[in-house]
């Protein structure tokens, strides 16, 4: 099982950025997908949420900015965001969870937001 994200980089503070994460290897359309981040020296934190029906949660710091989304049959999801803030600055990490067995994770994409 691979989740493989794509997109991040160096993003002005005001832009937009959106990442991909793409899986391999699973029934996607029957996971729940998610979206984390950790900056440094703190946790990982949830940033936004998909379940398989297409239910959508969003942290309180990124909601009106981000807009995760998916695609059951490019077997991707996609995390758009907007009006970045330096402390969206982060490692994002893309998460994939059927059951309590069948978690998995990437290996995340970093996230500068800087001028």
């Known amino acids: 099982v691979q989740l493989v994200e794509s997109g991040g980089g160096l993003v002005q503070p005001g832009g937009s950025l959106t990442l991909n994460c793409t899986a391999s290897?699973?029934?996607?359309?029957?996971?729940?997908m998610g979206w984390y981040r950790q900056a440094p020296g703190k946790q990982r934190d949830l940033v936004a949420g998909?379940?398989?029906?297409?239910?959508?949660n969003y942290a309180d710091s990124v909601k009106g900015r981000f807009n995760i989304s998916r695609d059951n049959v490019k077997n991707t999801v996609y995390l758009r965001m907007s009006s970045l803030k330096p402390e969206d600055t982060a490692v994002y990490y893309c998460?994939?969870?059927?059951?309590?067995?069948?978690?998995?994770w990437g290996k995340g994409t970093l996230v500068t937001v800087s001028s």
């Open positions: 998460n994939g969870r059927r059951n309590a067995i069948l978690d998995y």
């Open positions: 290897e699973i029934t996607f359309s029957a996971y729940d």
């Open positions: 998909i379940t398989s029906g297409g239910r959508t």
